[in-house]
């Protein structure tokens, strides 16, 4: 298995992990029904995102592209997202059901659509944060060939 690969592996379960654990807090807390409260967890795909491309750049050196740094960026996300929607599938379908109703109230109470609308919002929120926070980091990371102006 290629560099990129291990990396985006490893980061990927770390920024699950992360999330995981985050939910899990606001569970503990009482304030897990509060949809709101979802957009740290985009900040903590941006952490884990960040600190792989920046990690795999300082291990790639001078053969660091930017296909292969985006490559690691999406895996990492897409990696994170699917193991956070698989936990949030598992929590919502067979812990507790509860959480799925209170979040969805009146919505789809006739037509059985509730967990399933859930975790494709999930999947959806998941790769569209992880494809926009991997373009604007690699305008950080890439390795620019502009001709210097002043020469």
């Known amino acids: 298995m290629n560099t990129s690969a291990k990396i985006s592996i490893k980061y990927g379960f770390?920024?699950?992990?992360?999330?995981?654990?985050?939910?899990?807090?606001?569970?503990?807390?009482?304030?897990?029904?509060?949809?709101?409260?979802?957009?740290?967890?985009?900040?903590i795909m941006a952490l884990g995102i960040y600190t792989v491309i920046k990690q795999y750049k300082l291990i790639?050196?001078?053969?660091?592209?930017?296909?292969?740094?985006?490559?690691?960026?999406?895996?990492?996300?897409?990696?994170?997202?699917?193991?956070?929607?698989?936990?949030?599938?598992?929590?919502?379908?067979?812990?507790?059901?509860?959480f799925m109703n209170n979040l969805l109230k009146d919505w789809f109470q006739n037509?059985?659509?509730?967990?399933?609308?859930?975790?494709?919002?999930?999947?959806?929120?998941?790769?569209?944060?992880t494809t926009v926070l991997t373009l604007t980091f690699m305008q950080i990371f890439k390795n620019s060939k502009n001709v210097p102006q002043n020469e």
């Open 14 to 43: 770390i920024t699950a992990i992360l999330l995981i654990a985050y939910f899990l807090i606001l569970k503990l807390m009482g304030m897990h029904n509060n949809p709101w409260l979802r957009l740290f967890n985009g900040l």
């Open 60 to 98: 790639s050196g001078n053969e660091f592209t930017y296909i292969n740094g985006f490559k690691t960026g999406l895996i990492t996300g897409f990696l994170a997202t699917f193991v956070f929607a698989l936990f949030m599938g598992i929590y919502m379908f067979h812990l507790d059901v509860e």
């Open 111 to 129: 037509d059985g659509y509730g967990g399933g609308i859930l975790i494709f919002i999930i999947l959806i929120e998941g790769l569209s944060s």
